[in-house]
């Protein structure tokens, strides 16, 4: 089975301090994993992804993601914390082993709310 | 251009209404996907389109029904739907290569009275 767990439903930290916003994984083959960003009333918005190569992933806004694949994680990181990162930030995974019940399907954790205070 | 567009942007209709919710991208995506997403939930994935063919259907209720007239349009109709249908409906693209990035639009907040 596939999953993705997000074991923070809240992170908080203060501007200007560095951010990690965890997530671990359990797929078949491979994993295609993303971070994506949702603020209040909007879609996701794409953050950033792991497809192949170099293990440190660098993305919008200033985040970056490391993919550790024996400890099975992608955890999204950011060296200087600013308010406006303050949203909803969800991790997710796609299988590598493509097949028809798969095909494109998007495993979601459930969501770390990121509060960055002034 | 990376933008998928979804309209209406808000929607109201009553349980005996019949609506529809649109969807446009022009990144030439082959795949497109409906998604419903509950407050401060994860996406929960309803329909897949590939090569404009419906792929995936997570046994979604009749009442909403999918439509890909052509690979820059997606439709949803809906039809007799329940207050608890009432959430945010996603659209979503990508291409049909080995990463399957998902683009997404901003939503259809849907509320049925």
């Known amino acids: 089975a596939q999953s993705v767990a997000q074991p923070e439903d809240q992170v908080n930290v203060a501007e200007g301090n560095p951010l990690t916003v965890k997530c671990t994984y359990s797929v078949s083959g491979n994993p295609y994993l993303f971070w994506y960003v949702q603020y209040p009333n909007r879609g996701l918005q794409f953050l950033l992804k792991y497809i192949t190569g170099d293990n440190l992933v660098k993305g919008s806004y200033g985040f970056e993601a490391e993919f550790n694949k024996s400890q099975t994680s992608f955890h999204l990181k950011k060296p200087s914390a600013l308010v406006s990162d303050s949203a909803l930030y969800f991790c997710a995974v796609r299988p590598g082993a493509l097949r028809g019940s798969t095909l494109g399907r998007l495993y979601f954790g459930r969501g770390t709310q990121l509060t960055v205070w002034p | 251009d990376t933008e998928v567009t979804q309209t209406p942007k808000h929607l109201v209709m009553g349980m005996t209404n019949k609506k529809s919710l649109k969807c446009e991208q022009h990144?030439?995506?082959?795949?497109m996907y409906w998604y419903k997403q509950k407050a401060k939930k994860p996406p929960e994935l309803m329909f897949v389109?590939?090569?404009?063919?419906?792929?995936i259907n997570e046994s979604v209720p009749s009442r909403f029904s999918p439509e890909c007239p052509n690979s820059s349009l997606l439709n949803l109709h809906l039809h007799a739907l329940q207050p608890e249908d009432s959430a945010l409906y996603l659209c979503a693209s990508s291409q049909m290569d080995r990463s399957y990035e998902q683009y997404f639009g901003p939503g259809t907040r849907l509320t049925v009275t």
């Open positions: 990144m030439g995506h082959r795949a």
């Open positions: 389109y590939s090569y404009e063919k419906l792929s």
